[in-house]
């Protein structure tokens, strides 16, 4: 792995921008929902009794909305985490497009891509394990 800092194009989209704003969306409308009692229940959890790797994302984006960091990692960590990093991912990509400067780019070998992918599938698997264990 590589890391080194890139000039921005003219017509480059911004990733960070995109991401991050849907992340600050769905926490304002996480901010306005008052916390879920309404929610319907997992149809996977329902046929299965175990719940999907998804259970308790929008019970935690709410809780993350109001500032409740450590009931929105209890309900769902995986969720939590990439909601934050979207986060900060779109102050330094605004950051980037407001002073024009380079931006940070990561770049993979082919294996490195690989071990990457396998490293995604893993902390997936350990998010699932996570919550049927506590669920």
């Keep these: 792995m590589r890391l080194c800092l890139q000039k921005r194009t003219t017509n480059q989209i911004e990733f960070g921008i995109i991401y991050g704003g849907i992340a600050l969306l769905m926490l304002g409308a996480g901010w306005l929902l008052p916390i879920i009692s309404f929610a319907p229940d997992c149809v996977f ?4 009794g175990i719940p999907c790797p998804t259970c308790g994302s929008t019970r935690s984006v709410v809780h993350l909305a109001h500032g409740d960091i450590l009931t929105a990692l209890a309900l769902n960590p995986l969720t939590t985490l990439c909601l934050l990093a979207a986060i900060v991912y779109f ?24 071990v990457m992918r396998a490293g995604v599938v893993m902390v997936l698997l350990a998010q699932w394990a996570y919550l049927i264990i506590q669920f």
């Design 91 to 114: 102050i330094a990509s605004l950051i980037s497009v407001t002073f024009d400067l380079p931006r940070i780019n990561f770049i993979f070998a082919d294996k490195e891509k690989n």
């Design 45 to 48: 959890k329902g046929l299965t």
